[in-house]
């Protein structure tokens, strides 16, 4: 019976993941966000009575000798990075030779300290609901410490150093952050950030607060706004919206402007417009690229 560790699950994100819940007692977070899962609860910024590392280094041993997985998940009931040992006990799962990620709200990203120990991470996933100060204190509710601006502004900085991959994740929450000018302000920031990948995403699962997720096909119209990025958005079967009848020009100039995922091919394709990616495929006009455990194509520009 393990305390800290749960799974193996597998995710849609980031492949088989097993985790690590620096927090398994209570919820310790400095957002209290709209959509969480987790009971509403006052934001902290100060993380008491944490947990030895050793405690947690010992059963993480213990279950990569048990578990098969593609990725080692930090993360937390509320905010990983205010766990005070983080830094060392990084330095301790760096030895096990595993893929690690960690999950972060981003609040603390602004932090120099914190950047240092994010760098150590393979992957290191971010989030960012909306760069507009009202719509991110509606949704998230932060801490009354926590500037977006400092969020982003450490967003930018820590892709200047971070050789890792870099992902950010959006997730929408219907009549609050789901128009297209809250998009194309996110665009703007994105592409000073230069994430290597970003996550669209919408509640799938009861939240704290009562607010609504909107569909899968607004994700993909969301999704148009942002420019020159790989996107992911998740889904779990076929859905109505689709990208048809593209001739094989106009398929190449989308697919410099935005690289599909394994998923989009797939999911929102038409018959005509995937046999033409077909084409492509064979005349080795696209490449694959894999980003967090998530295929991409794009054309060779």
């Given at each position: 019976?393990?305390?800290?560790?749960?799974?193996?699950?597998?995710?849609?994100?980031?492949?088989?993941?097993?985790?690590?819940?620096?927090?398994?007692?209570?919820?310790?977070?400095?957002?209290?966000?709209i959509?969480?899962?987790?009971?509403?609860?006052?934001?902290?910024d100060?993380?008491?009575?944490?947990?030895?590392?050793?405690?947690?280094?010992?059963?993480?041993?213990?279950?990569?000798?048990?578990?098969?997985?593609?990725?080692?998940?930090?993360?937390?009931?509320?905010?990983?990075?205010?766990y005070?040992?983080?830094?060392?006990?990084?330095?301790?799962?760096?030895?096990?030779?595993?893929?690690?990620?960690?999950?972060?709200?981003?609040?603390?990203?602004?932090?120099?300290?914190?950047?240092?120990?994010?760098?150590?991470?393979?992957?290191?996933?971010?989030?960012?609901?909306?760069?507009?100060?009202?719509?991110?204190?509606?949704?998230?509710?932060?801490?009354?410490?926590?500037?977006?601006?400092?969020?982003?502004?450490?967003?930018?900085?820590?892709?200047?150093?971070?050789?890792?991959?870099?992902?950010?994740?959006?997730?929408?929450?219907?009549?609050?952050?789901?128009?297209?000018?809250?998009?194309?302000?996110?665009?703007?920031?994105?592409?000073?950030?230069?994430?290597?990948?970003?996550?669209i995403?919408?509640?799938?699962?009861p939240?704290?607060?009562?607010?609504?997720?909107?569909?899968?096909?607004?994700?993909?119209?969301?999704?148009?706004?942002?420019?020159?990025?790989?996107?992911?958005?998740?889904?779990?079967?076929?859905?109505?919206?689709?990208?048809?009848?593209?001739?094989?020009?106009?398929?190449?100039?989308?697919?410099?402007?935005?690289?599909?995922?394994?998923?989009?091919?797939?999911?929102?394709?038409?018959?005509h417009?995937?046999?033409i990616?077909?084409?492509l495929?064979?005349?080795n006009?696209?490449?694959?690229?894999?980003?967090?455990?998530?295929?991409?194509?794009?054309?060779?520009?």
């Amino acid at each position: 019976m393990y305390k800290y560790i749960f799974g193996p699950v597998a995710s849609r994100r980031f492949g088989m993941s097993l985790g690590i819940d620096l927090s398994p007692d209570k919820k310790r977070c400095n957002f209290d966000c709209i959509y969480c899962e987790l009971e509403p609860a006052k934001p902290i910024d100060v993380y008491e009575n944490a947990p030895r590392i050793d405690e947690i280094f010992e059963e993480v041993k213990k279950a990569i000798n048990e578990f098969d997985f593609d990725v080692l998940t930090v993360t937390s009931n509320g905010e990983p990075t205010l766990y005070p040992y983080l830094d060392e006990l990084m330095d301790k799962l760096k030895t096990l030779n595993k893929k690690l990620l960690i999950l972060s709200n981003s609040s603390t990203i602004y932090k120099k300290d914190i950047q240092e120990t994010l760098k150590k991470f393979d992957i290191v996933k971010l989030s960012l609901d909306s760069v507009d100060e009202k719509t991110f204190k509606k949704i998230d509710r932060p801490s009354k410490t926590i500037s977006l601006q400092n969020i982003i502004n450490g967003m930018i900085e820590f892709r200047k150093v971070y050789k890792g991959e870099l992902v950010i994740e959006i997730l929408v929450v219907k009549g609050i952050n789901d128009k297209e000018d809250e998009f194309k302000k996110l665009n703007e920031v994105l592409t000073s950030i230069n994430p290597d990948r970003v996550d669209i995403s919408t509640i799938d699962r009861p939240p704290a607060y009562k607010v609504e997720g909107v569909s899968i096909e607004r994700l993909f119209e969301l999704a148009e706004n942002i420019k020159n990025q790989n996107i992911f958005i998740p889904t779990r079967e076929k859905i109505d919206y689709k990208i048809e009848n593209l001739t094989k020009e106009e398929l190449l100039n989308t697919l410099k402007k935005r690289p599909f995922s394994d998923s989009d091919v797939q999911n929102i394709l038409d018959e005509h417009t995937e046999r033409i990616f077909n084409d492509l495929m064979k005349e080795n006009l696209l490449e694959e690229v894999w980003v967090g455990g998530i295929k991409f194509y794009k054309a060779y520009v």
